[in-house]
């Protein structure tokens, strides 16, 4: 007897469960995988936003890597947030919070002034138990993740990890700033990759050297670029803004901008970042052999966070910045719901094209459930990563793997029963685009598990 709608969802679950994934992208450090205490559950970034527009007063992140936050931090900001929990009980992110303390720490009540310090002393007792971190990643099958290489430390888990570098974001624009492609590259010019500089922190703190010249700026890059350590990563990612207007600029405009630089406005932030972007793409396509370019799209900056906000310019523009360089493999990360169909369009006609997961303000289970299916629709399983979480710590890589698994499932359970895919067919593309596609388009390398997983259901 075929199984009904419901039984279809839940035996495509379970067997989701079974297909080992690849993360592609997080922010996990090497050696401190887990949740440091209920801070770092409770106070995603994601979930930060719930309670800010819920009215906690505080919308600013925690102290971020390499600093973590004092006891004291994380305390009051716990205390602040816990009266808004129940005004946020409703959305996608609450959910998550709640399967990874049902799962994870087998905590079912609700929490309040009463006893969140009890549950935060639970995962506390967790935070150093490195083969517990593990055990989490391998119930979940999740057989290699990527994160930046700042946060290797070391490389004490260089079994589970791969890296990507996330340094200077030449194209992305800064809340009230002007001149941010420029601080970005002066950032960097002269030092050893490291983390980029936070969305929103208003802070700037003083370079080591300053560009003043067009030979300055080109030596600055060449530093940029022949720092990157090639073979060592399989990708470097950068942010691409909406608000820039992209075009090409001549030496001596840029550098009558240069000298504009102390009264700079949207003119000549264009034409910093115009510039300052052509000529690492530039460069970086020469060692298009050796490195994927991953980009962010469609999350503009706001005080605290951003909004997702795309134009059709940008998507117009960034086909011209990838159809001239052909050599180069870029790799979106889109927080667009509205714009997922004119990227799988590029995507189908740029062979250098593939997209990935469901980024910031996509990543919430209505989009998951459009985007997988328009791009299941449109692209090849070799154009698209199905899973990123972009977590901080693993047990947010459980929460959003388990949330894109149910999604999954009903998406591929409505192409059963139309008649466009068999069983048979829809798990051999949820393991194309979860396994198989990580490989073939970063290079990631997938470890055999020996421990027990859980079934996810």
Same mark, same amino acid.
């Not at 593990?134 to 999740?142: F, P, S, T």
């Given at each position: 007897m075929p199984l009904n709608s419901e039984e279809l969802t839940r035996d495509l679950e379970q067997a989701l469960a079974e297909i080992p994934v690849l993360d592609v992208h997080t922010h996990l450090v090497g050696g401190r995988l887990g949740a440091r205490g209920l801070h770092d559950?409770?106070?995603?970034?994601?979930?930060?936003?719930?309670?800010?527009?819920?009215?906690?007063?505080?919308?600013?992140?925690?102290?971020?890597?390499?600093?973590?936050?004092?006891?004291?931090?994380?305390?009051?900001?716990?205390?602040e947030a816990i009266p808004y929990l129940p005004l946020i009980r409703n959305t996608s992110s609450c959910w998550g919070v709640r399967l990874i303390?049902?799962?994870?720490?087998?905590?079912?009540?609700?929490?309040?002034?009463?006893?969140?310090?009890?549950?935060?002393?639970?995962?506390?007792?967790?935070?150093?138990?490195?083969a517990w971190h593990? &055990?989490?990643? =391998? $119930?979940?099958? %999740? @057989?290699?993740?990527? /994160?930046?290489?700042?946060?290797?430390?070391?490389?004490a888990d260089d079994d589970r990890l791969q890296y990507a570098l996330e340094w200077g974001f030449f194209a992305r624009c800064q809340?009230?700033?002007?001149?941010?492609?420029?601080?970005?590259?002066?950032?960097?010019?002269?030092?050893?990759?490291?983390?980029?500089?936070?969305?929103?922190?208003?802070?700037?703190?003083?370079?080591?050297?300053?560009i003043r010249t067009l030979a300055d700026l080109h030596a600055a890059m060449r530093h940029y670029v022949d720092s990157i350590p090639y073979g060592q990563v399989l990708a470097t990612a950068i942010h691409i803004s909406t608000d820039i207007q992209f075009r090409t600029v001549g030496d001596a405009e840029m550098q009558a901008a240069l &000298?504009?630089? =102390? $009264?700079?406005? %949207? @003119?000549?932030?264009? /034409?910093?970042?115009?510039?300052?972007?052509?000529a690492f793409l530039t460069a970086l396509a020469e060692h298009g052999d050796k490195i994927t370019l991953q980009f962010s799209l469609?999350?503009?900056?706001?005080?605290?966070?951003?909004?997702?906000?795309?134009?059709?310019?940008?998507?117009?523009q960034l086909a011209t910045m990838i159809g001239r360089r052909p050599g180069l493999r870029f790799q979106c990360f889109l927080a667009s719901r509205h714009a997922n169909h004119a990227l799988c369009t590029l995507a189908r006609e740029l062979p250098n094209l593939s997209l990935a997961g469901y980024w910031w303000h996509n990543f919430f289970p209505s989009t998951i459930v459009q985007v997988m299916e328009e791009r299941l629709d449109m692209l090849p399983t070799n154009k698209q990563v199905g899973f990123f979480s972009d977590a901080y710590c693993v047990e947010w890589v459980y929460a959003k793997l388990r949330i894109v698994r149910k999604q999954l499932a009903r998406v591929l359970a409505r192409k059963i029963r139309q008649g466009q895919y068999t069983r048979a067919d829809a798990l051999a593309i949820a393991r194309a685009i979860l396994h198989d596609s990580p490989q073939s388009l970063l290079g990631m390398t997938p470890r055999t598990l020996t421990s027990a997983r859980c079934s996810g259901s």
């Open positions: 559950v409770l106070l995603y970034h994601m979930v930060i936003s719930d309670l800010y527009a819920a009215g906690c007063p505080s919308a600013a992140r925690l102290t971020q890597y390499p600093g973590w936050p004092t006891a004291e931090e994380a305390r009051a900001r716990l205390a303390l049902q799962d994870l720490y087998q905590w079912t009540e609700p929490i309040t002034a009463d006893n969140w310090q009890r549950l935060d002393d639970q995962i506390r007792q967790r935070a150093d138990d490195r593990h &055990e989490i990643l =391998d $119930r979940l099958n %999740v @057989v290699r993740t990527g /994160t930046e290489l700042a946060r290797r430390a070391g490389g809340w009230g700033e002007f001149d941010t492609a420029l601080y970005e590259l002066e950032r960097c010019w002269g030092r050893t990759p490291e983390s980029p500089a936070p969305i929103g922190t208003g802070a700037r703190p003083a370079t080591e050297r300053t &000298e504009r630089r =102390d $009264r700079a406005g %949207v @003119v000549e932030r264009d /034409t910093y970042a115009s510039y300052i972007n052509d469609g999350a503009e900056p706001l005080p605290f966070e951003t909004g997702s906000r795309l134009s059709q310019l940008t998507i117009a």
